[in-house]
């Protein structure tokens, strides 16, 4: 079993194609899909179903994924651990973040990181909550940017909290909640709401308000952008409950401050044992920019 072989079944199982596995890999189609099929028939298993419109990966290929990615892992911490000892930072670093991301100024971080570290690749995943956490413990996201409480952080993933960001409703300019001193839960839910999708941080720390609240609301629409949830609002077609910080961005619509919604919380995430040098030079540089930030947790006893 070849490093090379890992590298190609996992691009299989990520893009779902083996022309877009081989295209990320560099190389032709026809050698990808022939170390497959020798590490298929080294294992004694399929781990994909090729079909003439899709690919998809079995139930051993699932099992085999995981595995394979930590081994991919491992040996490039590995080369990267023995560049970082003779004093230079190289490897690649993969940041997962929702959106908007306004606990930290993350281009200018970036920017700052690039003139240290210019020989490390940056990859930007923008992500469901729900996904970036799977990716990070997966080894497939090195940092991730969530907004999550510390209860919540699944087993084995250390944070660092940046931001608790208070929620303001969006209504239609002209609404009638506009201009209200506060709006309570109970008086949000009594018109229909637009939110983002089930899996995003946001959706989930509003269902939880509103359930602790003792309230049922409806949302009728799903937005999977900010801007897009900003259009269905001035529209008319619902009210939000979004980021006091996001919401001041957001010309079409008016906002409204609220009461008995707790505030949410950013955090950035990681692995809490292996992280390696590309990851770590990141994560010194992110402790200068926020040198207030409450003391990192190193894990919970909370398994997602």
């Known amino acids: 079993m070849e490093l090379r072989q890992l590298t190609y079944a996992v691009a299989v199982a990520e893009t779902g194609s083996f022309t877009r596995a081989a295209h990320r890999c560099f190389v032709v189609q026809s050698a990808l899909s022939e170390q497959i099929a020798r590490l298929e028939g080294e294992l004694g298993v399929r781990l994909f179903e ?25 040996a490039e911490r590995a080369r990267s651990e023995a560049l970082a000892r003779s004093g230079e930072v190289r490897g690649s670093l993969v940041i997962g973040t929702i959106t908007p991301l306004t606990a930290v100024d993350l281009p200018d971080l970036l920017a700052t990181y690039r003139e240290r570290h210019p020989a490390v690749r940056v990859t930007l995943r923008a992500c469901l909550v729900r996904d970036v956490l799977q990716q990070v413990r997966e080894h497939a996201c090195d940092i991730a940017f969530a907004d999550i409480r510390p209860d919540e952080l699944p087993r084995g993933l250390a944070g660092r909290v940046l931001a608790h960001d208070d929620l303001v409703a969006i209504v239609p300019h002209g ?25 995003s941080g946001i959706r989930g720390h509003n269902d939880a308000a509103f359930a602790a ?41 008016s906002s409204v401050p609220t009461t008995g919604v707790p505030p949410r919380t950013v955090q950035a995430l990681w692995l ?33």
């Not at 709006?183 to 709401?193: I, Y």
């Not at 980021?243 to 961005?249: G, N, Q």
């Open 50 to 74: 090729r079909t003439s419109r899709r690919v998809r990966i079995t139930p051993a290929g699932e099992g085999f994924l995981g595995p394979a990615r930590e081994a991919l892992a491992a």
């Open 175 to 199: 609404h009638r909640l506009a201009g209200t001193a506060k709006a309570t839960p109970a008086k949000l839910a009594e018109e229909d709401m637009v939110d983002m999708p089930l899996g």
């Open 213 to 253: 609240a003792g309230v049922t609301r409806t949302v009728a629409f799903e937005a999977d952008t900010m801007p897009l949830l900003e259009q269905l609002v001035s529209r008319g077609l619902g009210i939000g409950l979004i980021a006091e910080a996001t919401a001041a961005r957001m010309p079409e619509v």
């Open 272 to 304: 809490a044992s292996g992280a390696a040098p590309a990851t770590r030079a990141f994560l010194r540089l992110l402790r200068e920019r926020t040198p207030d930030a409450p003391p990192e947790h190193p894990e919970t006893v909370t398994q997602q």
